[in-house]
């Protein structure tokens, strides 16, 4: 029997607060390959990035859109943050990238 091998897609991850923390693990555990992550500073970036063993890190948004193992963008900041990352991923027309949004309460 042969084995069929799905390669999911390579995430890349906005924002450093708890809920990150508490998704990266879940992801990796089933097999999305998270790439890079975000962070208002580069220094909460690597930090984040060291600890849940993400091979990239970075304060700049381009860096994550643009990075050429990232296919789903998953947005888990504060809304101000939230709004110019998804604006910037929408208007500049990131194509081939999937976007997930999670809206945190006011």
């Known amino acids: 029997m042969s084995s069929v091998r799905i390669m ?3 995430v890349g991850v906005f ?3 708890q809920t990150v923390r508490t998704l990266v693990p879940l992801l990796q555990k089933e097999g ?3 790439q890079a992550v975000w962070g208002r500073t580069q220094e909460e970036a690597e930090s984040l990035a060291s600890e849940l063993d993400i091979p990239f890190s970075t304060n700049k948004t381009d860096d994550v859109l643009l990075h050429p193992e990232v296919h789903l ?3 888990l900041t504060p809304p101000p943050h939230t709004r110019q990352i998804a604006v ?3 208007s500049s027309l990131y194509t ?3 976007f ?3 809206s945190h309460s006011l």
Do not use: Y
């Open 8 to 10: 999911l897609p390579g």
């Open 15 to 17: 924002g450093t607060g």
């Open 32 to 34: 999305f390959p998270v």
């Open 73 to 75: 963008v998953c947005i």
């Open 88 to 90: 910037k991923f929408w």
């Open 96 to 98: 081939g990238n999937h």
């Open 100 to 102: 997930l949004l999670f």
